[in-house]
Antibody, heavy 115, light 107 residues
Protein backbone atom coordinates (compact mmCIF):
# COMPACT_ATOMS: atom_id res chain seq x y z
CA UNK A 1 0.00 0.00 0.00
CA UNK A 2 1.02 3.62 -0.38
CA UNK A 3 3.29 4.65 2.47
CA UNK A 4 5.39 7.66 3.35
CA UNK A 5 7.99 7.07 6.06
CA UNK A 6 9.54 10.15 7.58
CA UNK A 7 12.86 10.49 9.38
CA UNK A 8 13.23 10.74 13.14
CA UNK A 9 12.98 13.67 15.51
CA UNK A 10 15.60 16.41 15.39
CA UNK A 11 16.84 19.02 17.87
CA UNK A 12 18.73 22.03 16.63
CA UNK A 13 20.08 25.31 17.99
CA UNK A 14 18.88 28.63 16.58
CA UNK A 15 20.64 29.52 13.35
CA UNK A 16 21.32 25.91 12.41
CA UNK A 17 19.81 23.95 9.51
CA UNK A 18 17.91 20.70 9.40
CA UNK A 19 17.21 18.31 6.52
CA UNK A 20 14.28 15.92 6.84
CA UNK A 21 13.43 12.97 4.65
CA UNK A 22 10.29 11.26 3.42
CA UNK A 23 10.61 7.86 1.77
CA UNK A 24 7.79 6.69 -0.45
CA UNK A 25 6.71 3.17 -1.26
CA UNK A 26 3.73 1.50 -2.90
CA UNK A 27 3.55 4.01 -5.74
CA UNK A 28 5.67 5.37 -8.58
CA UNK A 29 7.63 7.98 -6.68
CA UNK A 30 9.33 9.38 -9.77
CA UNK A 31 5.94 10.40 -11.21
CA UNK A 32 4.62 11.96 -8.02
CA UNK A 33 4.18 15.35 -6.45
CA UNK A 34 5.27 15.62 -2.84
CA UNK A 35 4.00 18.39 -0.58
CA UNK A 36 5.54 19.53 2.69
CA UNK A 37 3.61 21.02 5.59
CA UNK A 38 4.31 21.81 9.20
CA UNK A 39 2.24 22.25 12.34
CA UNK A 40 3.57 24.25 15.28
CA UNK A 41 2.17 23.51 18.73
CA UNK A 42 -1.38 24.78 19.02
CA UNK A 43 -1.38 26.11 15.47
CA UNK A 44 -2.98 25.02 12.23
CA UNK A 45 -1.11 23.22 9.49
CA UNK A 46 0.95 25.40 7.16
CA UNK A 47 1.69 24.44 3.58
CA UNK A 48 5.36 24.99 2.82
CA UNK A 49 5.74 23.92 -0.77
CA UNK A 50 5.66 21.06 -3.26
CA UNK A 51 8.01 19.34 -5.62
CA UNK A 52 7.26 17.44 -8.81
CA UNK A 53 9.57 14.43 -8.68
CA UNK A 54 9.28 13.89 -12.43
CA UNK A 55 10.30 17.37 -13.54
CA UNK A 56 12.05 18.69 -10.46
CA UNK A 57 9.78 21.70 -10.59
CA UNK A 58 9.39 23.27 -7.14
CA UNK A 59 6.88 25.74 -5.74
CA UNK A 60 7.19 27.39 -2.34
CA UNK A 61 4.88 29.32 -0.10
CA UNK A 62 6.10 32.90 -0.10
CA UNK A 63 6.34 32.64 3.66
CA UNK A 64 9.12 30.04 3.34
CA UNK A 65 10.77 31.18 0.11
CA UNK A 66 14.52 31.52 0.53
CA UNK A 67 14.75 29.57 3.75
CA UNK A 68 13.34 26.22 2.66
CA UNK A 69 14.69 23.91 -0.04
CA UNK A 70 12.79 20.93 -1.41
CA UNK A 71 14.57 18.17 -3.27
CA UNK A 72 14.19 14.52 -4.23
CA UNK A 73 16.32 11.47 -4.87
CA UNK A 74 14.12 9.56 -7.27
CA UNK A 75 16.51 6.59 -7.36
CA UNK A 76 15.83 6.07 -3.66
CA UNK A 77 12.22 7.33 -3.68
CA UNK A 78 13.03 9.97 -1.08
CA UNK A 79 11.92 13.56 -0.79
CA UNK A 80 13.76 16.08 1.37
CA UNK A 81 13.01 19.38 2.98
CA UNK A 82 15.82 21.53 4.32
CA UNK A 83 15.14 24.49 6.56
CA UNK A 84 17.94 26.93 7.23
CA UNK A 85 18.37 29.75 9.70
CA UNK A 86 16.24 27.95 12.26
CA UNK A 87 14.51 29.96 14.94
CA UNK A 88 12.32 28.95 17.84
CA UNK A 89 9.20 29.55 15.76
CA UNK A 90 10.27 26.70 13.47
CA UNK A 91 9.61 24.23 16.28
CA UNK A 92 6.92 22.07 14.75
CA UNK A 93 5.99 18.69 13.36
CA UNK A 94 6.84 18.52 9.67
CA UNK A 95 4.75 16.38 7.31
CA UNK A 96 5.05 15.17 3.77
CA UNK A 97 2.09 14.17 1.63
CA UNK A 98 1.69 12.78 -1.84
CA UNK A 99 -0.26 13.83 -4.90
CA UNK A 100 -2.44 16.68 -6.01
CA UNK A 101 -5.03 15.65 -3.47
CA UNK A 102 -2.51 15.04 -0.68
CA UNK A 103 -4.02 11.59 -0.56
CA UNK A 104 -1.35 9.96 1.60
CA UNK A 105 0.60 11.47 4.47
CA UNK A 106 3.62 10.62 6.54
CA UNK A 107 3.39 10.44 10.33
CA UNK A 108 5.48 13.56 10.72
CA UNK A 109 8.90 14.52 12.07
CA UNK A 110 9.27 16.60 15.20
CA UNK A 111 11.78 19.43 15.01
CA UNK A 112 12.70 21.33 18.16
CA UNK A 113 14.70 24.53 17.94
CA UNK A 114 16.13 25.52 21.29
CA UNK A 115 19.30 27.02 22.65
CA UNK B 1 -3.96 33.78 0.63
CA UNK B 2 -7.25 31.99 1.30
CA UNK B 3 -8.12 31.65 4.97
CA UNK B 4 -10.14 28.65 6.11
CA UNK B 5 -12.19 29.10 9.26
CA UNK B 6 -13.08 25.73 10.74
CA UNK B 7 -15.52 25.16 13.57
CA UNK B 8 -16.01 23.95 16.16
CA UNK B 9 -12.52 23.49 17.58
CA UNK B 10 -13.78 20.76 19.87
CA UNK B 11 -16.87 18.60 19.69
CA UNK B 12 -17.97 15.91 22.11
CA UNK B 13 -20.40 13.31 20.83
CA UNK B 14 -21.95 10.12 22.08
CA UNK B 15 -21.98 6.95 19.98
CA UNK B 16 -24.81 7.20 17.48
CA UNK B 17 -24.79 10.99 17.33
CA UNK B 18 -24.43 13.07 14.21
CA UNK B 19 -21.52 15.49 14.02
CA UNK B 20 -21.19 18.40 11.62
CA UNK B 21 -17.92 20.27 11.13
CA UNK B 22 -17.83 23.48 9.17
CA UNK B 23 -15.09 24.97 7.02
CA UNK B 24 -15.57 28.47 5.61
CA UNK B 25 -13.23 29.96 3.02
CA UNK B 26 -12.40 33.65 2.80
CA UNK B 27 -12.83 33.49 -0.96
CA UNK B 28 -14.37 31.22 -3.58
CA UNK B 29 -12.49 27.91 -3.82
CA UNK B 30 -14.98 26.10 -6.10
CA UNK B 31 -15.21 22.54 -4.76
CA UNK B 32 -11.49 22.24 -4.04
CA UNK B 33 -11.77 21.28 -0.40
CA UNK B 34 -10.56 18.03 1.13
CA UNK B 35 -11.15 16.63 4.60
CA UNK B 36 -8.70 14.55 6.62
CA UNK B 37 -8.68 12.54 9.81
CA UNK B 38 -5.63 12.19 12.02
CA UNK B 39 -5.25 10.03 15.12
CA UNK B 40 -2.38 10.36 17.61
CA UNK B 41 0.75 8.60 16.36
CA UNK B 42 -0.79 7.84 12.98
CA UNK B 43 -0.57 9.37 9.54
CA UNK B 44 -3.46 11.55 8.46
CA UNK B 45 -5.87 9.86 6.09
CA UNK B 46 -7.91 11.44 3.35
CA UNK B 47 -11.65 10.95 3.88
CA UNK B 48 -13.34 13.39 1.49
CA UNK B 49 -11.86 15.01 -1.61
CA UNK B 50 -13.24 17.76 -3.81
CA UNK B 51 -15.88 18.66 -1.26
CA UNK B 52 -18.12 15.59 -1.57
CA UNK B 53 -16.24 12.62 -3.01
CA UNK B 54 -15.85 9.85 -0.45
CA UNK B 55 -12.35 8.42 -0.62
CA UNK B 56 -12.26 4.71 -1.41
CA UNK B 57 -12.30 2.56 1.68
CA UNK B 58 -13.78 5.24 3.94
CA UNK B 59 -16.99 4.49 5.81
CA UNK B 60 -20.15 5.93 4.16
CA UNK B 61 -20.99 7.39 7.57
CA UNK B 62 -18.74 10.22 6.41
CA UNK B 63 -20.03 12.72 3.88
CA UNK B 64 -19.04 16.14 2.63
CA UNK B 65 -20.86 18.98 0.97
CA UNK B 66 -20.44 22.56 -0.10
CA UNK B 67 -19.27 24.79 -2.91
CA UNK B 68 -17.65 28.17 -3.13
CA UNK B 69 -17.01 29.30 0.42
CA UNK B 70 -19.02 27.05 2.75
CA UNK B 71 -18.25 23.39 3.33
CA UNK B 72 -19.28 20.78 5.82
CA UNK B 73 -18.10 17.38 6.93
CA UNK B 74 -20.86 15.23 8.41
CA UNK B 75 -20.29 12.10 10.43
CA UNK B 76 -23.45 10.04 10.92
CA UNK B 77 -23.90 7.47 13.65
CA UNK B 78 -20.61 8.39 15.34
CA UNK B 79 -18.53 5.47 16.61
CA UNK B 80 -15.74 5.36 19.19
CA UNK B 81 -13.19 4.81 16.42
CA UNK B 82 -14.07 8.24 14.99
CA UNK B 83 -12.30 9.98 17.88
CA UNK B 84 -9.64 12.00 16.06
CA UNK B 85 -8.50 15.38 14.82
CA UNK B 86 -10.22 16.49 11.61
CA UNK B 87 -9.03 19.24 9.30
CA UNK B 88 -9.96 20.77 5.97
CA UNK B 89 -7.65 21.82 3.16
CA UNK B 90 -8.25 24.06 0.17
CA UNK B 91 -6.25 23.14 -2.91
CA UNK B 92 -7.82 25.69 -5.25
CA UNK B 93 -4.92 28.10 -5.04
CA UNK B 94 -1.40 28.43 -3.77
CA UNK B 95 -0.44 28.49 -1.06
CA UNK B 96 -2.73 25.68 -0.08
CA UNK B 97 -4.24 26.45 3.31
CA UNK B 98 -5.80 24.54 6.17
CA UNK B 99 -8.51 24.99 8.71
CA UNK B 100 -7.62 25.17 12.40
CA UNK B 101 -8.80 21.63 12.98
CA UNK B 102 -11.51 20.00 15.07
CA UNK B 103 -10.96 17.52 17.84
CA UNK B 104 -13.77 14.97 18.08
CA UNK B 105 -14.15 13.37 21.46
CA UNK B 106 -16.44 10.41 22.07
CA UNK B 107 -18.42 10.42 25.33
Amino acid sequence: QVQLVQSGAEVRKPGASVKLSCKGSGFTFSESIIHWMRQAPGQRLEWMGRINAASGNVGYSQRFQGRVTLSTDTSASIAYVEVSGLRSEDTAVYYCARGNYLSAWGKGTSVTVSS
Amino acid sequence: ETTLTQSPALVSAAPGDKVIISCRASEDVDDDVNWYQRKPGEAAISIIRDSKILVKGISPRFSGSGYGTDFTLTINNVESEDAAYYFCLQHDSFPHTFGQGTKLEIK
